[in-house]
Each structure stands twice: as structure tokens, then as C-alpha cells.
């Protein structure tokens, strides 16, 4: 049976995407000085404008402004023909004190929301991750690090990319479209910066053996692109939350992750969720693995936990198994995936899943558990 899966990817100069990274490059410093700060960090940002709002408890300082305006600057809005840079971009902060009832009604380990997350592992490649997101999130790695380090200068920071591929019998079999979008200077002719884009991009981070003579190559499809980022576009955090995680592969349990501190257990609960799902699959107990759960505020332990896999094996084993081998109190997932560090302004671009970045204690593959998951076959 032939099937389609789909992903999406925004470069950091996109303003949905740049919301992001401020709001966890924030969030980073908060954390640098008080491991125990609680935020949840929403910006908006516009031409000339970045709005930077939200709820805080915590014992730090930091200079909102200075950071925000030096993270732009590290994303690429250096230029004032851009419509939007760091070095002149005014910055508005409205933040509060958390909310008491919250604060009250939520002891120090349970959960600081009601949610619902979603982990997803497949064995069509090897990070365990949906061939399209890989290829996806790869393409805007690359056109960043083009851009950043002057080898295509032309590029400007904002830019997209979307892949689908289609599947037979549940494995990618080939590639049906890849379709980028970049912002560039306005000197570039269309035929200039396709060629870049093919040259560069695509052929260097595209496997090959998915690519035929049918599949679709779309570049800038609406032709020039030259007026991007936040002056074409406002951005706001968390509108990305597909592109973060999974693509069409897998279900979103809808919450957004930047911005957020681990005590938000839909942030930290997903990266769990992903870690078990990991896990499954690296076992070979299962081919593709969703784990659901679902969280009320201030409990300590999920209301509900399911796990799907694509293998005839006892799933009500599994999830006893599972519930032995992992603490899923809010306090177990910070303590077991180590998630007090300011580590996330890092996971903000290119997707939160299947990178390879030490930092990312999800990704790890700890053999002590693939042996305890042994008991399940």
C-alpha cells in the first residue's frame, strides 16, 4: 500500500522560527542563573518590533532586551534594507509574576500544565526519525550555514522547506517533491539562485537513491523573494509546532515546546515520550512506535498512557514494562533526561528530534534499557 507522508522546515531567519529562539535563548539565561526559574516565554515580533511577554518565577535577572536584540543579530538581521534588524529593533517587555493559583495549586514536582504529548520513533532511518523531516530540517541547516558563513552570500534569513515522500509497505520509497523557498538580495536572477539552491542544497544533503526522474523540484515557486521575514510576516512563538516535531508521520499532542521551562511538562513530557518511542524501536520490539500520554496540572504521574506499535506484541506488557524502566512524574523526566541546563535555545532550529547534539538527552540510546525491554518479546 502506497502512502504519503509530509514534512515542513523554516530556516532562523523565519519569523515564526525567530520568535522561537529568543524566546529559548531567554529562557537559556533565566536558567544559567537560577536552574529552577518557571517561564513560559511568548514573543511577537514585527517590523521594527519585538514584543517579548509572558509569566515568570525566579530568583534571576537578565537583560530581555540585550538578548533579544544580539540573538537577532546571530540569526542574521544585520542589515536595515532587510526591514528588520537587531541593532535598531525595539524591544517591548510586558512580563508577570506566575500566577498565584498556579503557583499555589501546583506542587514543586507535579505537572505545571494539563496537556496532551506525543513520542514517535520509526526504523527508516538511522536517528529513528520520518525520512521527509531529516530531509527537510537538512536542506534549511544547510541554507543557514551557506548564508552565515558568506559561501552563498545572496541567501537572506528567511527560507522554508517542504518534502513529501511516498511509502510502500510503511518504508520511504522515494521522494515525490522538495519544495524550498529562500530570501534573497535583489541583485539574483532567478536562474542564479535556483542553481545555488540545486548545487548546494540539494544535492549535497538529499540521499540520492530517493530521487528520480518524476520527482519535483520546486524553487521559490511565487518567483522573486526578496521582502521577508518579520517585515512580510509576523512572527509569534509556537506556531511551528509540526515542523518541530514529526511532520504528518505522527500525531501533535498540539502544545508548543520554546519558551517554556521543564517544569511545563508539555515540553518535557514530549522529549520523554520520544525517549521511550526511541527506545522501543532501537530494541527492535517494534518497526514504528507512538507513545501518547496525558498530563492534568499539579498531578504527579500521567492519567493516561498509550503506547502504539506496528509489531504483534503484548502492548499492555509493554506498558508495564515501561512504567518499571521509566519515572514519569514530572520530577523523574527533569531528573532522568537532565533538562535543568540551558540547553534550549539549541533545540529551537531544525526540529527538537533527531539531531545528534550531545545536549539532547532524548536522543541518547541507553543499552541498560534495551536489555530491560528484552523481557518484553
Known amino acids: 500500500m502506497k502512502i504519503i507522508k509530509s514534512a515542513e522546515s523554516v530556516c532562523q531567519g523565519h519569523p515564526d522560527k525567530s520568535a522561537d529562539i529568543i524566546a529559548d535563548a531567554i529562557l537559556d539565561e533565566l536558567i544559567i542563573k537560577d536552574p529552577y526559574t518557571r517561564a513560559s516565554i511568548e514573543v511577537l515580533i514585527t517590523t521594527g518590533l519585538v514584543h517579548v511577554s509572558g509569566e515568570l518565577s525566579t530568583d534571576a535577572y537578565v537583560d530581555i532586551p540585550n538578548i533579544a536584540r544580539g540573538t537577532l543579530i546571530e540569526i542574521g538581521y544585520t542589515k536595515p534594507e532587510y526591514g528588520f534588524d537587531g541593532y535598531t529593533a525595539g524591544v517591548i517587555t510586558t512580563i508577570s509574576d506566575q500566577s498565584p493559583e498556579i503557583a499555589l495549586g501546583v506542587p514543586s514536582e507535579g505537572a505545571g500544565d494539563t496537556c496532551i504529548v506525543v513520542g514517535y520513533a520509526t526504523d527508516e532511518t538511522e536517528n529513528y526519525m520520518p525520512l521527509p523531516c531529516n530531509v527537510a530540517n537538512?536542506?534549511?541547516?544547510?541554507?543557514?550555514?551557506?548564508?552565515?558563513?558568506?559561501?552563498?552570500?545572496?541567501?537572506?534569513?528567511?527560507?522554508?522547506?517542504?518534502?513529501?515522500?511516498?511509502?510502500?509497505?510503511?518504508?520511504?520509497?522515494?521522494?515525490?517533491?522538495?519544495?524550498?523557498?529562500?530570501?534573497?538580495?535583489?541583485?539574483?536572477?532567478?536562474?542564479?539562485?535556483?542553481?545555488?539552491?540545486?548545487?548546494?542544497?540539494?544535492?549535497?544533503?538529499?540521499?540520492?537513491?530517493?530521487?528520480?526522474?518524476?520527482?519535483?523540484?520546486?524553487?521559490?515557486?511565487?518567483?522573486?523573494?526578496?521582502?521577508?521575514?518579520?517585515?512580510?510576516?509576523?512572527?509569534?512563538?509556537?506556531?511551528?509546532?509540526?515542523?518541530?516535531?514529526?511532520?504528518?508521520?505522527?500525531?501533535?499532542?498540539?502544545?508548543?515546546?520554546?519558551?517554556?521551562?521543564?517544569?511545563?511538562?508539555?515540553?518535557?513530557?514530549?522529549?520523554?515520550?520520544?525517549?521511550?518511542?526511541?527506545?522501543?524501536?532501537?530494541?527492535?520490539?517494534?518497526?514504528?512506535?507512538?507513545?501518547?500520554?496525558?498530563?492534568?496540572?499539579?498531578?504527579?504521574?500521567?492519567?493516561?498512557?498509550?503506547?502504539?506499535?506496528?509489531?504483534?506484541?503484548?502492548?499492555?506488557?509493554?506498558?508495564?514494562?515501561?512504567?518499571?524502566?521509566?519515572?514519569?512524574?514530572?520530577?523523574?523526566?527533569?531528573?532522568?533526561?537532565?533538562?535543568?541546563?540551558?540547553?534550549?535555545?539549541?533545540?529551537?532550529?531544525?526540529?527538537h528530534f533527531g539531531r545528534s547534539n550531545e545536549d539532547f538527552t532524548w536522543e541518547q540510546i541507553d543499552k541498560n534499557i534495551l536489555e530491560e525491554l528484552k523481557d518484553v518479546s
Open 138 to 351: 537538512k536542506i534549511t541547516y544547510m541554507i543557514d550555514e551557506l548564508r552565515k558563513d558568506d559561501i552563498v552570500p545572496f541567501f537572506r534569513p528567511d527560507g522554508k522547506a517542504v518534502v513529501v515522500a511516498e511509502y510502500e509497505n510503511g518504508k520511504p520509497k522515494r521522494i515525490d517533491s522538495i519544495t524550498v523557498l529562500v530570501q534573497h538580495e535583489p541583485y539574483v536572477s532567478e536562474l542564479e539562485l535556483k542553481n545555488a539552491v540545486e548545487e548546494n542544497v540539494i544535492k549535497k544533503v538529499v540521499p540520492p537513491e530517493y530521487i528520480d526522474n518524476q520527482t519535483k523540484i520546486v524553487i521559490n515557486p511565487i518567483g522573486r523573494f526578496i521582502i521577508g521575514g518579520p517585515m512580510a510576516d509576523t512572527g509569534l512563538t509556537g506556531r511551528k509546532i509540526i515542523a518541530d516535531a514529526y511532520g504528518t508521520a505522527a500525531a501533535s499532542g498540539g502544545s508548543a515546546f520554546s519558551g517554556k521551562d521543564p517544569t511545563k511538562i508539555d515540553r518535557s513530557a514530549s522529549y520523554m515520550a520520544r525517549y521511550i518511542a526511541k527506545h522501543i524501536v532501537a530494541s527492535g520490539l517494534a518497526h514504528e512506535c507512538n507513545v501518547e500520554m496525558v498530563y492534568v496540572i499539579g498531578g504527579d504521574y500521567p492519567v493516561s498512557f498509550n503506547v502504539k506499535v506496528d509489531t504483534e506484541i503484548d502492548t499492555q506488557k509493554l506498558n508495564k514494562k515501561i512504567k518499571e524502566i521509566f519515572d514519569l512524574s514530572p520530577g523523574g523526566i527533569i531528573n532522568r533526561l537532565d533538562l535543568r541546563r540551558p540547553i534550549y535555545k539549541e533545540t529551537s532550529s531544525y526540529g
